[in-house]
Each structure stands twice: as structure tokens, then as C-alpha cells.
């Protein structure tokens, strides 16, 4: 059996932290670790990770230490991974039904040769989190698709940790886009073999590093188009309004 592994990046996550945590431990697939990689909360995120310990029976792993934001969170977390999958799952997000990780395991073992799968994702209020306010698709990919800035949902990706291996982790020069340049690099770069699955993997509430305000997006599109250019893709400033007036 495929074992994945889980990255789970935290900082001050006390709160989204436990429907999280829940979410895994409910999954019909058992052959998996959970990476937590917390930043030094200063809240009781670590506290209640150390108390669902006994519940993952050695699946959950706890590291504590500072280190320089998210991706280079996400990049440690994988450098602790055994997994032979390696998927990211967001503090403040939770898998939106029990088989993901099951179906995961099938589409990789069904075929040898797949370097990575993604789903859909959906988004709900932290308010009321059976309600949802945006559904994300990521049938629509193409790697053509890159240069409007467009990628698959990157909380239902998941790729062999080969891949991380050969073609490296998070570019840390990419702030707050880190996972955007990262699959520009996989399919414009090194052309993986990837699938889509018509699956709803992952809820994300609102109001996270990636649904942030007006001047968050400006940066993000700045890296959007960074990453463009430092793969040799030609993009534009007017290319960022299709991908806003398609998101709606």
C-alpha cells in the first residue's frame, strides 16, 4: 500500500486547527502520516496537536520551530515526509469527505506512470462551513492556461515525492505565489504527468493567505507574473483580468 504524507503548515491555527486534524483522522485510508510544521504559535495550536497524539497512533508528527513563512513551512514538512505521496492540507482547511486519501491511493497505484493528481476544492465562510460561497475546478487546467495565471487547485494536489526530490520545493524568492512558480516549473519545465480527478477533495474557509485582501492579490500577481518570466512564458499585465473575470 502507498503510504502519503500529509504537510501541514501552522502558525496561530488554535482555532481552524482541530477540523482539521478531525478530518484526517476520519479518512477511510489508514497508510498515511500527518506533518504538522508550526511556525512557534504563541496560541494553543501545538497543545492541541500534542492532544490528538495518542488518537493518530504514531501517524501525526509535531514540529515546532521558527522558520521563514509558509512555503518554507510546507518545504520542511516534506523534507520530514516518508511518504511515497505528498500532498499539502492548509491549517484552516479540511477534507470534504471521507475517501480522498483512499481515492488518491487508487489513481496512483492504478497507474505507474502518474506523477500527480488534483481535484476541485471548494470555499466556505468561517461562519457557517456547510455553506459554500465559491466552488474552485480545476477541469478547466491546461498547461496552456499557465500564462493567465491559471493552475489546479493547489490543496487537491498531490504528486509522488519523487517529484519533489528531482525537481526541487518551494522557491522561497516567490512569497506569497511560491505554489503557482512550483507548477509552472513541473508542467512548463519538466512536463509531469498529471490527471484530474472530478472530485470535491478539499473545504478552504475564506479569509486564509490565498483569499487575503486587495493588496495581497497585487503581490500574488506580481509573483504570477515573475514566475512567467523566469520560466521563459510570455505573460502580460492585461492577461491577470481574464483570470479575475473568469474566477467572477
Same mark, same amino acid.
Given at each position: 500500500m502507498l503510504k502519503i504524507s500529509i504537510i501541514t503548515a501552522t502558525y496561530n491555527s488554535g482555532k481552524p486547527i482541530r477540523d482539521t486534524l478531525e478530518s484526517v483522522l476520519n479518512q477511510s485510508y489508514k497508510n498515511y502520516e500527518l506533518i504538522i510544521?508550526?511556525?512557534?504559535?504563541?496560541?494553543?495550536?501545538?497543545?492541541?496537536?500534542?492532544?490528538?497524539?495518542?488518537? &493518530?497512533?504514531? +501517524?501525526?508528527? @509535531?514540529?515546532s520551530e521558527p522558520d521563514k513563512g509558509i512555503y518554507d513551512a510546507m518545504n520542511r514538512g516534506i523534507d520530514?515526509?516518508?511518504?511515497?505521496?505528498?500532498?499539502i492540507l492548509n491549517s484552516d482547511d479540511f477534507y470534504t469527505s471521507d475517501d480522498i486519501l483512499d481515492r488518491i491511493a487508487k489513481e496512483f497505484s492504478a497507474d505507474k506512470d502518474l506523477d500527480a493528481i488534483?481535484?476541485?476544492?471548494?470555499?466556505?465562510?468561517?461562519?457557517?462551513?456547510t455553506k459554500c460561497t465559491r466552488y474552485y475546478?480545476?477541469?478547466?487546467?491546461?498547461?496552456?492556461?499557465?500564462?493567465?495565471?491559471?493552475?489546479?487547485?493547489?490543496?487537491? &494536489?498531490?504528486? +509522488?515525492?519523487? @517529484?519533489?526530490?528531482k525537481y526541487g520545493l518551494y522557491d522561497l524568492q516567490f512569497r506569497t505565489s511560491s505554489d503557482f512558480e512550483w507548477i509552472v516549473r513541473l508542467f512548463a519545465k519538466y512536463h509531469i504527468r498529471a490527471k484530474y480527478?472530478?472530485?470535491?477533495?478539499?473545504?478552504?474557509?475564506?479569509?486564509?493567505?490565498?483569499?487575503?485582501?486587495?493588496?495581497?492579490?497585487?503581490?500574488?500577481?506580481?509573483?504570477?507574473?515573475?514566475?512567467?518570466?523566469?520560466?521563459?512564458?510570455?505573460?502580460?499585465?492585461?492577461?491577470?483580468?481574464i483570470r479575475y473575470a473568469w474566477k467572477g
Amino acid at each position: 500500500m502507498l503510504k502519503i504524507s500529509i504537510i501541514t503548515a501552522t502558525y496561530n491555527s488554535g482555532k481552524p486547527i482541530r477540523d482539521t486534524l478531525e478530518s484526517v483522522l476520519n479518512q477511510s485510508y489508514k497508510n498515511y502520516e500527518l506533518i504538522i510544521k508550526d511556525g512557534g504559535s504563541n496560541d494553543n495550536t501545538v497543545e492541541i496537536c500534542r492532544e490528538y497524539e495518542n488518537l &493518530f497512533e504514531g +501517524r501525526l508528527k @509535531v514540529i515546532s520551530e521558527p522558520d521563514k513563512g509558509i512555503y518554507d513551512a510546507m518545504n520542511r514538512g516534506i523534507d520530514n515526509a516518508s511518504g511515497d505521496i505528498v500532498g499539502i492540507l492548509n491549517s484552516d482547511d479540511f477534507y470534504t469527505s471521507d475517501d480522498i486519501l483512499d481515492r488518491i491511493a487508487k489513481e496512483f497505484s492504478a497507474d505507474k506512470d502518474l506523477d500527480a493528481i488534483y481535484g476541485d476544492i471548494h470555499f466556505v465562510s468561517p461562519d457557517n462551513l456547510t455553506k459554500c460561497t465559491r466552488y474552485y475546478s480545476s477541469s478547466y487546467f491546461r498547461p496552456s492556461l499557465l500564462r493567465f495565471g491559471f493552475m489546479p487547485a493547489h490543496p487537491s &494536489f498531490y504528486v +509522488r515525492k519523487e @517529484v519533489y526530490d528531482k525537481y526541487g520545493l518551494y522557491d522561497l524568492q516567490f512569497r506569497t505565489s511560491s505554489d503557482f512558480e512550483w507548477i509552472v516549473r513541473l508542467f512548463a519545465k519538466y512536463h509531469i504527468r498529471a490527471k484530474y480527478i472530478k472530485k470535491d477533495f478539499v473545504t478552504m474557509r475564506t479569509g486564509g493567505e490565498s483569499t487575503a485582501g486587495i493588496e495581497a492579490k497585487r503581490k500574488v500577481n506580481n509573483d504570477i507574473v515573475a514566475s512567467l518570466k523566469k520560466h521563459g512564458i510570455f505573460t502580460c499585465g492585461a492577461f491577470k483580468y481574464i483570470r479575475y473575470a473568469w474566477k467572477g
